[in-house]
């Protein structure tokens, strides 16, 4: 959406995310990323901890499912998505601002672990709506993968003009 804050995080998640559910059912996660720059310290000729960011994030439906059943606390993330701006009014009367990113992608920052990544089954297919697996069972990104071919059913269309190989374009 045009005019949107789009960022990208890179940090710690604080706590276990948080999975609760709207009363009509819907669910939403929150939980927090904690980024810390390093900063060169001359005096001491080493890089320290900067001060922190600790950002609120949030996401919702089948997304905050898979978040709150992959990601724990501790887990290094690289998070995308928008920042999102609320205004409200404590029990006291003070007007508050709070600022949290709504969460479009997520997942571990494999720099510093390892993940297994399981497909999600969301309303009984494996893809979601409006793709098809293909024939043989290979998944659609794996092209060089034996027995799996593109669309077009021969593997001569990934070297025509206008498509990518893995051959020098020069």
Partial sequence: MAGETHITVVGNI???PELRYTQNGLAVVNFTVASTPKVFDRA????KDGEGLFL????????????????TKG????AVGNLKQRTFETKEGEKRTSIELEIESIGPDLRWATAQVTRA???????GAGSAPSSNGAEPWAASAP????????????????????????
């Fill in 147 to 170: 027995g799996n071919t593109p669309a077009g059913g021969s593997s001569d269309v990934w070297n025509t003009p206008g498509s990518f190989s893995d051959e020098t374009p020069f």
């Fill in 56 to 71: 609120r994030c949030s996401a919702w439906r089948e997304f905050a499912e898979h978040i709150a059943g992959s990601l």
């Fill in 44 to 47: 001491s000729g080493a890089f």
């Fill in 14 to 16: 604080t706590g276990d």
């Fill in 75 to 78: 887990t290094r993330v690289i």
């Fill in 121 to 127: 089954v969301n309303g009984g297919t494996a893809r």
